[in-house]
């Protein structure tokens, strides 16, 4: 056969080749990726989101979402859409300036440094309405803590609210460096702990906490002595080495109270005592280090000891 002759019929043979081929693709429609095994096409619905409340140091907003956004790639590049979060679990009291729509607004976060320094705050709503139907809880409708970072300063404060539903209160922030403020309330039966940041201008130097002991001096020279007996963690006053446990007066309508804060976020356990002994349930909520502030009243006076103590893993 002569060499034209074969290239016409060769040519006839592609172009027929290709015309079958274009007819069969046209009979199944365009292609579609395939999304990755266990998730749903982006198409195919948008990802689902849930907002946890809830995290010192201080406190601490402890709002966030983990999921990936719709559409987000793989490793792959394939877009995905992210799966549903489950809840998250609630994070611990004081870490969070916002929980379940109550808001902590400080109105002043950098203070003077100063013995005697005014600090205030208002507690607002979900509309960002100042709170008022704050309810008695130890005798007080407002508790105040204030610590430094370094956990070797402590405060707890009852302020003033005036007609606008600000808080405000006189604060020791001598040194300068940045100090964890918890607003400790109850509303709708439900106790409820804020915590935001004040930072006080200035050269600091943080000091290192205390080894963990089980006898230690009050802020008045009484010494106190901490018994673990699992969870329950129970307190002896002595004065001229005399137990007078039995002579300790009500204080904000317990025999005791006891804040416990964690030293790596300042997480904060505010307990209070087991019947009318110096006495607290405390349960750590993982392994690391802690500072109790055991506060008592004698002869009309309130006394502060603080103790270091491990959690262990």
Do not use: C
Request: charge should be neutral; glycine fraction near 10%.
């Amino acid at each position: 056969m002569a060499a034209p002759l074969r290239l016409a019929l060769f040519a006839a043979l592609l172009a027929l080749a290709f015309g079958a081929a274009a007819a069969l693709g046209s009979l199944r429609g365009p292609e579609r990726p395939v999304a990755e095994a266990g998730h749903a096409d982006p198409a195919d619905g948008a990802a689902a989101h849930d907002r946890q409340g809830g995290p010192s140091g201080g406190g601490t907003s402890q709002h966030g979402d983990d999921a990936e956004p719709h559409g987000a790639a793989t490793a792959g590049g394939t877009p995905r859409a992210a799966a549903p979060r489950s809840a998250a679990p609630a994070a611990l009291p004081g870490l969070a300036a916002e929980q379940d729509g109550f808001a902590l607004e400080l109105e002043t976060p950098r203070p003077a440094a100063g013995a005697a320094q005014a600090v205030a705050f208002r507690i607002t709503d979900r509309q960002g309405r100042a709170v008022r139907d704050f309810e008695l809880a130890h005798e007080k409708r407002m508790h105040v803590i204030v610590v430094s970072r370094d956990l070797r300063t402590f405060e707890h404060l009852h302020p003033t609210r005036d007609a606008t539903g600000r808080w405000s209160t006189v604060v020791d922030l001598s040194r300068p460096g940045t100090y964890r403020l918890y607003a400790d309330f109850t509303v709708g039966g439900r106790q409820r702990t804020l915590g935001g940041d004040l930072h006080v201008a200035g050269a600091f130097a943080p000091r290192r906490l205390p080894g963990p002991a089980a006898v230690v001096r009050d802020d008045r020279g009484l010494e106190v002595r901490l018994v673990r007996d699992g969870e329950r963690a129970s307190f002896a006053v002595l004065r001229d080495g005399r137990v007078v446990n039995d002579d300790l007066e009500p204080y904000l309508g317990a025999k005791g109270h006891l804040v416990t804060l964690r030293a790596s976020d300042l997480a904060y356990l505010h307990t209070h005592p087991d019947g009318d002994a110096l006495a607290f349930e405390v349960e750590a909520p993982s392994p690391g280090t802690y500072r109790h502030h055991v506060q008592f009243q004698l002869a009309g006076k309130v006394h502060t000891a603080v103790f270091t103590e491990e959690a262990p893993r």
